[in-house]
Nanobody
Framework: QVQLVESGGDLVQPGGSLTLSCAASGNVADIYLMNWYRQSPGHAREFLASISDSNSANYVDSVKGRFTVSREDAWKTTYLQMNDLKADDTAVYYC??????????WGQGTKVTVSP
């Protein structure tokens, strides 16, 4: 099995930057895609970005140019670099691993608050 732990959430001012981390353990060799999502109060969980085992990255339009997803070899840690943060970016951020022949795995989330 794969386990995921997010970290890096914090209180940041508008216009600031933050890097979130998603540490993977267990059968990490079975991961073929890592995704980042977020969920704010009263809203559905929203896809943000993904990175594949070939390092191909994909982003939702609302974060293109502001967020960057990257990863270490062997999926040890996946990162979400977030720049020019806005109040609307306030949410709990989750990583999700898509795993060969198994159910998707979610982390527990890390909270980001963007406020003056």
């Amino acid at each position: 099995q794969v386990q995921l732990v997010e970290s890096g959430g914090d209180l940041v001012q508008p216009g600031g930057s933050l890097t979130l981390s998603c540490a993977a353990s267990g059968n990490v060799a079975d991961i073929y895609l890592m995704n980042w999502y977020r969920q704010s109060p009263g809203h559905a969980r929203e896809f943000l970005a993904s990175i594949s085992d070939s390092n191909s990255a994909n982003y939702v339009d609302s974060v293109k140019g502001r967020f960057t997803v990257s990863r270490e070899d062997a999926w040890k840690t996946t990162y979400l670099q977030m720049n020019d943060l806005k109040a609307d970016d306030t949410a709990v951020y989750y990583c999700k691993a898509q795993v060969v022949a198994a159910t998707d795995v979610w982390g527990q989330g890390t909270k980001v608050t963007v406020s003056p």
